[in-house]
């Protein structure tokens, strides 16, 4: 093979060593972006099961699909929790998505006693699933609010061994111990998109938003194999959906990531020895 035929084959190797790479990674990657087409879901062409490997709850009151086996009455449909999901694609993170009726700055029940400013809460993940470790078992969490009342941060901070609350409790139907965090050890910070869900933007008169995240193992505490158990609900707690027995995988070494570089490399030297002799 002359040197002219050489080059040309070596260059479209590495060309399509580099697409291949490129193409599994972003098949294979959650973009944040409140848009869950690449989850598998769009609920109003019905599709509320997530694609594998992604685990999912789904429970849309008061007329719509359940994955749970009961619907919760949320009271209002701004209290009405959806769906949640989550999934390991064996990359550093962990990544989240919620949908819900709730607005993200909230919004102002009014009853016989004045007005409850109600909110989303913040996302409960219990990372050893050993109920006795953190309050209610839940010693990690996501914190998906600005409210005044919470831990102080901003939205996307993961705390560890959070003290949880019901915020809102005269309005409360208890169907969660706890809502939001008021304080934790922040331990990292989560990619978080929270707005309204252009894919199923409305039911029962009232608008519907996704958040999304993306979240580091390291935050989590995540140093090998485990199961986790994640909760999704709102500072009234009339509506509350869970995920238990979540499977997810330690953060991939060096050499993990490292293998596909080494291709290429390889590729180069030997190149270069063709073309030296």
Not at 106 to 129: E, F
Request: glycine share 8%; aromatic share 12%.
């Amino acid at each position: 093979m002359n040197e002219r035929i050489w080059r040309k084959s070596f260059t479209l190797s590495l060309a399509v060593l580099i697409m291949i790479a490129m193409s599994a990674a972003a098949a294979a990657a959650y973009t944040i972006d409140g848009d869950l087409d690449d989850w598998g879901v769009n609920p109003s062409s019905g599709d509320w099961i997530a694609d594998p490997p992604a685990y999912y709850v789904y429970d849309n009151w008061p007329s719509g699909p359940t994955s749970t086996g009961s619907i919760h009455n949320p009271g209002i449909e701004q209290c009405d929790v959806e769906a949640l999901y989550v999934a390991d694609i064996n990359d550093s993170y962990l990544y989240f998505a919620v949908i819900l009726s709730m607005p993200p700055d909230g919004y102002d029940y009014y009853n016989y006693d004045g007005s409850h400013h109600l909110i989303a809460g913040d996302l409960a993940l219990n990372m050893d699933n050993d109920d006795g470790s953190g309050e209610y078992g839940y010693e990690y969490g996501i914190k998906l609010t600005n409210d005044s009342r919470t831990v102080n941060g901003t939205i996307g901070d993961v705390f560890y061994m959070p003290d949880w609350e019901r915020l809102n409790p005269e309005v409360a139907q208890n169907c969660a111990e706890f809502s939001n965090m008021v304080s934790g050890t922040r331990t990292g910070h989560a990619d978080v998109v929270y707005e309204l869900y252009q894919d199923w933007s409305g039911d029962n008169g009232w608008s519907n938003y996704v958040i999304e995240m993306k979240v580091p193992k390291s935050a989590l505490g995540v140093t090998g194999n485990g199961t986790a158990d994640i909760q999704a609900t709102v500072s009234c707690t009339n509506d509350v959906l869970t995920i238990e027995d979540f499977e997810y995988s330690e953060i991939p070494e060096f050499h993990t990531i490292a293998i596909p570089a080494g291709m290429i490399l390889c590729l180069f030297f030997i190149y270069r020895r063709k073309r030296q002799g």
